[in-house]
């Protein structure tokens, strides 16, 4: 059973942008570091952002200056903006939260189930 539910994938064009969400209600209450991965077969399952109560945010390498992170005003719905879409970038994404950021994905206590996005040429 999904704990948390994203949606806003599907196909784009290289180049372009999308927009994933993901609701998280109850959870944000208590699990207060929330982050996107994404994974692709024969890659490690890689972290792209977070974000933590304070609202201060850290991308990965892979997509600084692409993607962002961002929370509504309730904290309840976590978004990631993803500009200038390469076909690398073509992956499932998750969400997922835990109560403390600091830890690499294997701490995350919450997950979705994911939301394909495929980037075309």
């Known amino acids: 059973q999904a704990q948390l539910t994203e949606s806003g994938g599907g ?25 996107w991965f994404r994974t692709t077969p024969g890659k490690e399952r890689e972290e792209i952002a977070r974000i933590d109560w304070l609202g201060v945010t850290r991308n990965a390498d892979s997509v600084k200056g692409r993607f962002s992170i ?36 294997q701490l995350y206590e919450a997950w979705g189930q994911g939301t394909q996005v495929t980037v075309f040429a």
């Open 11 to 35: 196909s784009v064009a290289a180049g372009g942008s999308m927009r994933l969400s993901c609701a998280a209600p109850g959870y944000h209450r208590y699990l207060y570091c929330m982050a």
């Open 70 to 105: 961002s929370q509504d005003s309730t904290k309840s719905t976590l978004y990631l903006q993803m500009n200038d879409l390469k076909p690398e970038d073509t992956a499932t994404y998750y969400c997922a939260a835990v109560g403390t950021c600091g830890g690499g994905w």
